[in-house]
């Protein structure tokens, strides 16, 4: 999606959104309704039936995207990341860098990668929250399927991968959406 070209256009994606996030959040109420491990475990496959399909992105990039594209699937990645993982991380300190952080993690991630990275995210005087944020991000990471742990290394895993490129879509999303919004204030395409 390059650019939103009418109200029209603006209101089918804003209820493609909608719908999508209000499906993703009933099926994440359903898999946490079933306790602690069947719970996590429902919630990574509820990840995986949306991060392998082709994000919003990808489909304007490839004619075969185009064909197995369904509508929503990065918006419903992004709620759930948001959900389990983002609300997890809420109680720590700098929360206003925490999806960012994540989104870059997924995206970018090497073995060894996490801490530098995050120690180059925090203000300067951060490092007593070095330590609590990486095992914090570690483990929301591998709760959900997002990374594994090898040889004492994180590495991001495909569908870590994947919800990255979805996290990273939503974002390019969002200011097509604003600039849609100021274009069309005034009631005129």
Known sequence: MQEIKSIDELQRTR???????????????????????EGRTSIVELLK?????????????????????????????????????????ADLPYREIH??????????????????????????????????LSEAIAYILERYGLAESKDGRLSITPLGRRCGVHMAGIDKHISILQEAHRRFQGGGE
Request: zero cysteines; proline letters at 4%.
């Open 15 to 37: 209820l493609i959104q909608r719908a999508a996030t209000s499906k993703a959040a009933m099926e994440l109420n359903g898999a946490l309704l079933l306790g602690d491990e």
């Open 49 to 89: 039936s949306y991060a392998f399909q082709p994000s919003v992105y990808e489909r304007e990039q490839s004619e075969s995207a185009r064909d197995l594209f369904q509508p929503g699937a990065t918006f419903a990645v992004g709620f759930i990341v948001n959900a389990v993982a983002l609300n997890f991380l």
């Open 99 to 132: 999806r960012g952080l994540l989104t870059s993690i997924l995206l970018k991630m090497a073995p060894g990668f996490l801490a530098g990275f995050i120690k180059d995210q925090l203000p300067q005087d951060s490092d007593k929250y070095l330590k609590i």
